[in-house]
């Protein structure tokens, strides 16, 4: 059968839904995990619009629920475990409910069988490459009522997908995919496939339409972006790119994540720092975030990531002396196999040195088939003191830079109503800071002016001083 015939009988299906229910079935996507994640969420979500069902918010009353699960580390599993257990008693009441469970935890073998066996209402079962054959996944569990499980046998780029963004004016474009690095701890290179790069045309295509179609943020995806290009071109890299996109006209900025530091190049902080220094409205956000892991040369040996302590601080006073006010932000994993208290001290010298804007920490997880899984481990009761108090030392450093923001006036991305007050709105600066502050609904979706009054550990607050004409 072709993909048109697949996509034929799940249109038929929604079609007939809508004349029995006088409503289109629901879609509902939930996202566990990162961004690259979020992205392939909406290719989802876009897919399943297209095939007549409507976007719903929430498993509830959905006749088509997606789970995209993350494996980065064992808590997210179990939590992704844990809520499609839930749904079985959704199941229960709509034995038509198709649901699929897909991504990153899934592409791992033992996963598949877990869900294959002790979670028998779940109908599909696929990989994180091959979004494209979910009508055809769709059109078999239709006609046939047959469970599907299709790990991943390609890894080929699929262009052209439909998207349904979840925001008007903030998007991810997906640069790249994959990764090639192995680092020891992580899992991503086996459930992921392979590094490979997006054709130039096919992003600077999808981020001029963006732009004209009024998007303000766009940040561009890869686990390592800094070498995007080394599978397509001999002659063409990630600052090239960049270049390349700042030369498109509108009134928007741009982003990036992730960027492995032994890949970062001074070429790129130059294009950087052409597109955003001396200018009221950079281009390109000045924020970079550069994962350190640990501040233990011996540690990132073992981690297998090819750069020193001395090779990422050079990085950072090269990133610092071109764009002086660069927020810098990082990853650490405490606890990696081995780590010795000294090995610890060296990741909080790290945190004093660099001083960075924000960190995102984490508890060392061990994932099945890494090296690092068969390494000696550190005890748990040692991680999670360990953890503590590297949040402690970060979190007076972070709430020292916040207050340097008191009484400065800063252009905010305006991104919605404020989860805590309803009162307030929220949004980020180019920084990435989050900064909250009274406004008019209405400024969502635009960039304002607030003038900062007050300096927390996660975020600031102030007061508009005008909206953005
Ligand atoms: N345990 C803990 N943290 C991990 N990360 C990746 N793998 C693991 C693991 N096994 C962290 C790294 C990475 C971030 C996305 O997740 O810091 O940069
Ligand atoms: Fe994982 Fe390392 Fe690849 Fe990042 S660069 S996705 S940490 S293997």
């Not at 909406?42 to 619009?49: C, R």
């Not at 980065?72 to 809520?83: C, F, M, N, P, T």
């Not at 994932?367 to 979190?395: C, H, I, W, Y």
Request: charged share 30%; proline share 3%.
């Amino acid at each position: 059968m072709t993909e048109n015939e697949f996509s034929s009988i799940v249109k038929e299906y929604t079609d007939r839904y809508f004349l029995i229910n006088g409503k289109r079935p629901g879609v509902f996507v939930r996202t566990f995990g990162c961004q690259q994640n979020e992205a392939d969420s909406e290719i989802l979500t876009g897919i399943a619009v297209e095939l007549g069902y409507e976007k719903a918010d929430s498993e509830n009353g959905a006749e088509l629920v997606i789970f995209n699960t993350c494996a980065v580390r064992e808590h997210a599993e179990l939590k992704a475990l844990s809520i499609t257990g839930q749904l079985k008693h959704l199941k229960n009441a709509n034995p038509d409910m198709i649901i699929a469970v897909c991504g990153c935890m899934v592409a791992q073998e033992h996963r598949l069988n877990t869900i294959r066996q002790s979670y028998p209402y779940v109908d599909i079962i696929f990989g994180t490459a091959s979004h494209s054959r979910l009508p055809e996944y769709l059109s078999g569990v239709i006609r046939d009522r047959e469970r599907i499980f299709s790990p991943d046998d390609s890894y080929e780029i699929e262009e052209g997908l439909p998207v349904k963004r979840e925001s008007d004016f903030k998007a991810w474009v997906s640069i790249m995919y994959g990764c090639d690095n192995f680092c020891t701890y992580c899992v991503v290179p086996y459930v992921r496939g392979r590094e490979r790069s997006r054709r130039r045309e096919d992003i600077l295509s999808e981020v001029r339409t963006l732009v004209s179609e009024g998007v303000k943020e766009i940040t561009l995806l890869g686990q390592n972006v800094n070498s995007y290009g080394k599978t397509l071109y001999d002659n063409y890299d990630f600052a090239d790119l960049l270049t390349d996109i700042c030369k498109i006209e509108g009134d928007y900025i741009i982003r990036f994540m992730t960027s492995h530091p032994k890949d970062a190049t001074k070429k790129l902080v130059d294009v950087m720092a052409a597109n955003s220094t001396n200018q009221s409205r950079p281009r390109i956000a000045r924020s970079f975030h550069l994962p350190l892991q640990s501040g233990s040369d011996d540690i990132l040996k073992k981690m297998n990531r090819h750069y020193s302590t001395e090779n990422y601080l050079s990085f950072v006073s090269y990133l610092r002396d071109k764009i002086p006010d660069i927020a810098i932000s990082t990853d650490i994993i405490v606890g990696f196999p081995t780590e010795t208290e000294e090995d610890f001290e060296k990741t909080l010298e790290m945190l004093n040195k660099v001083r960075y804007d924000a960190f995102f920490s984490f508890i060392y997880s061990i994932r099945q088939g890494t090296p690092a899984a068969k390494m000696e481990q550190v005890p748990d009761k040692v991680k999670s003191e360990r953890f503590s108090r590297m949040l402690d030392l970060q979190n007076s450093i972070s709430l020292e830079k916040n207050a340097l923001y008191v009484g400065n006036t800063e252009r905010v991305l305006v991104e919605g109503i404020s989860k805590t007050d309803s009162d307030m709105l929220t949004g980020r600066n180019e920084k990435n800071r989050l900064v909250h502050f009274k406004g008019k609904e209405c400024l969502i979706g635009s960039f304002a002016y607030v003038k900062i009054t007050r300096a927390d550990t996660y975020c600031l607050t102030g007061e508009l001083a005008k909206e953005e004409t």
